[in-house]
């Protein structure tokens, strides 16, 4: 049984920090591309950033560029993401995925071609 757990999350002013952590089971995690996506009220869920099977290939959605960072440890079977600079447009629950198979960058920025979901974690950003 496959499990993503998140953590991470919480309010911090806007130019805060926040690190998220998703913590994989079940899974070959060492070939697995993990996503982070993010879904605001009455909004579609996007990619935020998404990070290759060894770490070596990481890409990142324009608003977030500059900001946040993607990172993994295969060792400890578990992803991050760094957000600094916060802004109140960063507001919104916050998924760990993972997609299984060959990583193609096009196919890693679409939440439909993951195979496997955290709960999600809030992360409110206030002005």
């Known amino acids: 049984q496959v499990r993503l757990v998140e953590s991470g999350g919480g309010l911090v002013q806007a130019g805060g920090s926040l690190r998220l952590s998703c913590g994989a089971s079940?899974?070959?995690?060492?070939?697995?591309?993990m996503g982070w996506f993010r879904q605001a009220p009455g909004k579609e869920r996007e990619h935020v950033a998404h990070i290759s099977w060894s770490g070596g290939i990481t890409n990142y959605a324009d608003s977030v560029k500059g900001r946040f960072a993607v990172s993994r440890d295969n060792g400890k079977n578990t992803v991050y993401l760094q957000m600094d600079s916060l802004k109140p447009e960063d507001t919104a629950v916050y998924y760990c995925?993972?997609?299984?198979?060959?990583?193609?960058?096009?196919?890693?920025?679409?939440?439909?071609?993951?195979?496997?979901w955290g709960q999600g974690t809030q992360v409110t950003v206030s002005s």
């Open positions: 995925a993972a997609k299984t198979g060959l990583y193609y960058i096009d196919y890693a920025k679409l939440w439909a071609k993951y195979d496997y």
């Open positions: 079940g899974l070959t995690f060492g070939r697995s591309t």
